[in-house]
């Protein structure tokens, strides 16, 4: 698989499951300190939102669908999202600028996708979420930790009999540890906060 094929990523690996209890705790402590508690009226993006996981999600806890934006570089993704009833969900090509206003969003959701976009391109995209980000918004952003994330695969693969795991994701361009995040997010967020996510 070519490492940026995500339409062909998208048939290789669906994104689903529950939303983890580690970004539940963090997206509520981040919406009450701001005082966001109608949740009617937050505006939320999710960027890179895979198969639609956080829609539905958010769909049973009283936000709007019409509040609920998601984009994604993988058509056959966003179709997904659509089966969903997701009609805020939309392509983002490569590259290509948010096609939203300043400051329009309380929260912006960045799950398991810098990993995905080389470091040349990440201060563009980076740039692109601040500048829609409402001045007190905030984003939740994951990433896996290396060199412990294979470390881990290491270990589901031999107690669990998952050797596929031996295998790193090949659309993993980029790999993180805190340091390195910190590093590249500290160009564009002055405070930070980091913990486990999964």
Same mark, same amino acid.
């Given at each position: 698989m070519d490492n940026q094929d995500f339409e062909q990523?998208? +048939?290789?690996? !669906?994104i689903v499951g529950q939303v983890a209890a580690t970004w539940e705790n963090a997206f509520y402590e981040e919406l009450k300190a701001r005082g966001l508690s109608d949740y009617s009226q937050v505006k939320f993006l999710d960027f890179g939102c895979g198969d639609g996981r956080y829609f539905p999600y958010l769909m049973t806890k009283g936000f709007l669908a019409e509040s609920i934006y998601g984009v994604e570089v993988?058509?056959?993704?966003? +179709?997904?999202? !659509?089966?969903?009833g997701w009609v805020n969900a939309r392509v983002l090509a490569i590259r290509e600028p948010l096609p939203y206003q300043d400051g329009f969003f309380?929260?912006?959701n960045c799950v398991e996708v810098i990993e995905h976009i080389p470091r040349a391109d990440l201060d563009f995209y980076l740039g692109e979420i601040v500048r829609v980000m409402k001045p007190r918004a905030f984003l939740i952003l994951t990433t896996p930790n290396y060199p412990i994330k294979r470390l881990c695969d290491l270990v589901?693969?031999?107690?669990?009999g998952?050797?596929?795991r031996l295998r790193d994701d090949p659309t993993h361009v980029c790999r993180y540890n805190r340091e390195k995040l910190h590093r590249v997010l500290s160009g564009h967020f002055s405070?930070?906060?980091?913990?486990?996510?999964k």
């Amino acid at each position: 698989m070519d490492n940026q094929d995500f339409e062909q990523y998208a +048939d290789a690996k !669906r994104i689903v499951g529950q939303v983890a209890a580690t970004w539940e705790n963090a997206f509520y402590e981040e919406l009450k300190a701001r005082g966001l508690s109608d949740y009617s009226q937050v505006k939320f993006l999710d960027f890179g939102c895979g198969d639609g996981r956080y829609f539905p999600y958010l769909m049973t806890k009283g936000f709007l669908a019409e509040s609920i934006y998601g984009v994604e570089v993988s058509q056959k993704r966003i +179709d997904r999202c !659509r089966e969903l009833g997701w009609v805020n969900a939309r392509v983002l090509a490569i590259r290509e600028p948010l096609p939203y206003q300043d400051g329009f969003f309380d929260v912006v959701n960045c799950v398991e996708v810098i990993e995905h976009i080389p470091r040349a391109d990440l201060d563009f995209y980076l740039g692109e979420i601040v500048r829609v980000m409402k001045p007190r918004a905030f984003l939740i952003l994951t990433t896996p930790n290396y060199p412990i994330k294979r470390l881990c695969d290491l270990v589901d693969a031999v107690v669990g009999g998952r050797w596929v795991r031996l295998r790193d994701d090949p659309t993993h361009v980029c790999r993180y540890n805190r340091e390195k995040l910190h590093r590249v997010l500290s160009g564009h967020f002055s405070r930070m906060s980091f913990s486990p996510y999964k």
